[in-house]
């Protein structure tokens, strides 16, 4: 390929870091909070030689490597974080989500082999299991010594749970259950672990006792035997080649009378006697089955932090390459790409997301955690879970996608690592719900606390609160446009707007269900769906609110003085893009004037200048192993 | 992998084709126009079984494959096409782009490789060059005896061609030029045609002669001898893996002391005597440079159809899928994915804009092609072309990954055919011209056709125009304020919108530039820097009402009264579409009543639904072949 040898200097010219009024790295203690020592456990391990960057390109190779990265840090301890406390964990989610974080720096692959062993098959014998198969079978998924994933979804139910075909029959005379595929749309599908792997399965089945049916359970299902041979009556097909993630064994299992014994049953919230009597404290099948997808929601979290862990990545290289790639100009040098106008209007906005979703998701574990002592209800955390989930995943695709055009051929290039980002991102809008699905979910819990609220007043309350919101509306409304510009950039003002989007969307679209279901008398199906777009608008608000709010708690709790300043332009920043971004919804209903809508884009242009100073710095704060990064554009 | 063979029948659900007033056969037939039989040639030829998608993972292999591909379009006699008139060819670029178009149906790397050969190698010694080159290098480029690239893009050079460094030295003793590439940055990146295949290029270089510099010129380069071995003073690089587009071999050229004779200076616009004496019509270099990369502009017109060709094939696959399969619903069977308004939201639009850029290419080819009889000026074109590109290829990457994530996890197959779609499509955005970059082209050319139109006008006339302006400016915001919303289902109402809109920001940008310049004494460059959001928006705003112009033509010239319907929706969807994200702007600037913004918006909604009705049949007659879109979830 190569007929003569150059001898000219190959080097970038270097990142050019401009003077900041914070220290990168006291911005990364902050960021990196209190589990900052287990960040760096994990980066201790994912920079070792033996975790270079996989750069081949048959898939039953990167499959191997994958495996061996699980096993070494697996090895190194880490899987017993995921450990109940008796059985030598540490209960504390925060710590589990900082693992997942960091390793996503490394490798789309390996966190999701990671999450399908520890999270997915794990934590779904940890959270619809009891202390018999927490002893079986937790210490030995930890250590990596049994493999197993997760087989819910099927060829026909993707998103609809519900419906899906697998059945799970109980044989009183053999006290086992029968596991049967009826059909080949019943058949799990892009199931992580299963075509290669996986030793066992957590299948969800519909169970059926004698002629009672009682909705969907969970079993611990053997698939292979020691040899890694499909067991008898066990039909496994590989997935094939995907856009992206190809490190993972994706699946599909078809299932012809397996029997398991009944204590494979995850019996949390239900359990089957002997002599096929049905016993559960959750009466409907419909609440138990929302019951136990509910205690599933920290795939949800560990998605939304993969993504943003991946937007960091894709941001640090195209902010870094953008601080030392010059094109045109008029002075002595051209001018450097990160200082266009353009280049900061593309990208800024993006770092001000990826800081706000860092510190939502970060809110979002600690409610959890405390939701396991009893704290915020099931319900709330889903939405949240949801919302992050779908807000963060859209959001990284968009950036991955930006800081890739804005490095140009450069960014086209394997070796830069967008490839890699763009493909392993790409499905994460998709899987553990589809960011629509879960978007509409929460607009029906939104509307569900309402119609809660309305529940318990009589109809002169209802007509009450009605007209109470209604000139809350309108003192907001007054006050949005009549405080002058400069409250854009007040927090609490910043809030309002949000707020005030958010409330007036889901008492508009709670008044438009009520009518389709009251006075045309509609089905509550036929109404939501009539609804759908109202319904994802109202879902975006909140999600949009959520992260405002945690972003300004953030920055009101930050010790350090001097990251006050950056931190603030970057909530600022966050505010009014989005502000800005639904101008044309507030303008329309009356909510703002032109002036203001106008004053909004000249703010979000000077914050966008503004945060470029900072911008070197604000990626550096990732603190990103260069070995995690590779791209050779974004280092030095 | 598998351990037991199932029986269940595999097959997909039927794609359900609701009864439409038109025959997509009909519409298949205005679509493909004039040159129906040379697309139905190609599509005979890329549905040969030796066409089969590739499906492996070496890069090496897949370039094989396309090169083999190349040779079978150019065997049946295809690449003769490209030729001038008198060496055989049709000089019909109408023709020539429905080849181009066909074939990006099948793969994104052949429509390189394809447009590389034909295109850039050829097309340039076509534009560039004098009938000596033609004679001596067209007949061996059309039937791929002689294969080349385009060696213009230089490492520290992606953008700012007028920059570049490789130097072309006359020697009027030996008669011929030394072209050297004095530095690692001045090497050429991103050649296609260059790691490999390539035995010839069209090199830019600063042609020297004596003491002076003469700008940037082209000379016809050997690179390799007829072994493949690259020339003594020659040296190649492979770019490497890719993102996408694996298929062509990118490389990298250095040349040291590399000796062309003199009649390798493709010499239409400029000419060297033996004696070292320099001539041509264009006396400034400036001019000379930009009439030079003027006559390259049909690359971009390539990318533009190119893209829009994966977005057809996107949008194909992405309609007859969620026209086939169905998940939720309260009814006997669950609900078509189709007919959730989500669904329709998302997909419809880029339906629109999928039809709206295909005329729009169509014309812009149409205007292009009579342009060389003498008709529409350079800059008008290069504007046309650089819009639509823009806008083509933005628009394609957006509607694939909104495509893809419509189909779930099938999606993320790589069977499924957006894998490859995505990762081919994404560089357009950046080469033959980043989008940024010719959106700034686009909107300085407008500015200088502005300043042209003021030029002649002693100081009362240019007021007198400015008022004009913006009397006529009020009349139409007073139009728009007044009249009723059904006026936003008039095709003249709609575009005066869309005129308004740009000629509103043309002033404004205009009105800011003269100030800058004058009044604060700004040079040019830094006043254009800072414009830039402003330049961004304003040329965004021209390729829109480009769009809409040519979609609105179309329609009107639409022979059969059948397709009069479904095209006139389409064509609402995109005009109200596009409004509707432009709201917030004609609210702010008090150019429409908040009453006008709701009604589009529940416009688009009931166009969307209304649209869905044709959507099956309306991506039927795109005509893609079967084994073109490959998707089993897209056939049948």
Request: charged share 25%.
């Amino acid at each position: 390929m190569q007929s003569d040898r150059l001898t000219f200097d190959r080097s970038y010219p270097p990142i050019e870091r401009p003077f900041t009024g914070f220290e990168p790295a006291t911005l990364r203690a902050y960021l990196d909070g209190e589990f900052a020592e287990t960040r760096n456990l994990v980066k201790g391990i994912i920079t070792r030689p033996e975790f270079r960057h996989f750069e081949g390109h048959d898939r039953h190779e990167y499959r191997r490597q994958v495996l061996v990265w699980l096993r070494m840090i697996s090895d190194a301890g880490l899987g017993r974080l995921f450990l109940p406390p008796e059985l030598g964990g540490e209960a504390n989610l925060g710590k589990l989500m900082a693992v997942i974080e960091t390793v996503s720096f490394h490798d789309g692959s390996l966190f999701i082999k990671l999450g399908v062993q520890f999270g997915l098959f794990g934590g779904s014998i940890q959270q619809l299991g009891t202390e018999v198969h927490h002893r079986k079978y937790l210490p030995k998924v930890a250590a990596c010594q049994l493999l197993g994933g997760f087989a819910m979804t099927e060829i026909g139910h993707g998103s609809n749970v519900q419906a899906l075909e697998t059945t799970a029959v109980y044989d009183s005379e053999h006290r086992d259950f029968i596991i049967n595929s009826p059909s080949y749309s019943s058949g799990k599908t892009f199931i992580g672990n299963a075509a290669v792997d996986g030793q066992f399965m957590v299948v969800f089945a519909q169970l059926h006792i004698g002629a009672a049916s009682h909705g969907v359970h969970a079993f611990v299902v053997p698939i292979r035997d020691e040899n890694g041979q499909p067991l008898p009556g066990v039909t496994i097909e590989d997935n094939g080649p995907k856009l992206g993630l190809n490190g993972v064994d994706n699946g599909r299992i078809w299932f012809r009378n397996t029997r398991v014994p009944k204590i494979e049953l995850l019996n949390r919230f239900a359990e089957v006697m002997d002599d096929g009597k049905y016993r559960s404290d959750i009466k409907s099948n419909n609440s138990r089955f929302f019951t136990m997808i509910g205690t599933l929601v920290n795939g949800r979290i560990t998605l939304a932090l993969a993504a943003n862990s991946m937007a960091k990545s894709a941001l640090t290289i195209a902010i870094r390459y953008t601080a030392r790639r010059r094109q045109f100009g008029g002075g002595i040098q051209e001018t450097l790409v990160l200082d266009y106008p353009a280049t900061q209007r593309r990208l800024m906005p993006l770092l001000a997301n990826a800081y706000a979703i860092d510190f939502a998701v970060k809110r979002l574990v600690r409610v959890r955690d405390q939701s396991r002592d009893g704290g915020t209800g099931a319900r709330p955390i889903e939405s949240l879970a949801a919302g992050i989930k779908a807000f963060s995943t859209w959001t990284a695709i968009r950036t991955i996608q930006v800081c890739r055009e804005s490095c140009g051929g450069e960014g086209y290039m394997f070796a830069n690592r967008f490839a890699a980002l763009k493909a392993d991102a790409d499905i994460f809008t998709t899987f553990e719900g589809d960011n629509t699905v879960l978007m509409q979910l929460v607009a029906k819990n939104l509307l569900g606390e309402l119609k809660d609220q309305l529940k318990e007043m009589n109809p002169g309350r209802i007509a009450r609160f009605f007209l109470d919101q209604r000139l809350k509306a309108l003192k907001k409304r007054f006050v949005g446009l009549t405080a002058d510009s400069a409250s854009l950039l007040n927090p609490e003002q910043q809030l309002t707007y949000f707020r005030f989007r958010e409330s007036t969307l889901l008492l508009r679209v709670g008044g438009k269900f009520r009518r389709l279901t009251r006075q045309k008398e509609m089905d509550a199906y036929s109404a939501f769906t009539r609804l759908q777009p109202e319904l994802l608008e109202l879902a975006d608000a909140y999600a949009e609110r959520q992260v405002l709010e945690s972003f300004l708690e953030a920055v009101a709790r930050v010790p350090e003085h001097t990251l006050q300043p950056p931190l603030r332009k970057l909530a600022d920043l966050f505010a009014l893009y989005h502000l800005e971004r639904h101008k044309g919804w507030f303008l329309e209903n009356g909510f703002m004037p032109g002036k203001r809508a106008k004053a909004i884009t000249s703010h979000v242009t000077r914050l966008c200048q503004e945060v470029r100073q900072d911008a070197v710095a604000l990626v550096d704060a990732f603190g990103i192993p260069d070995q995690c990064l590779g791209a050779p554009i974004a280092l030095g």
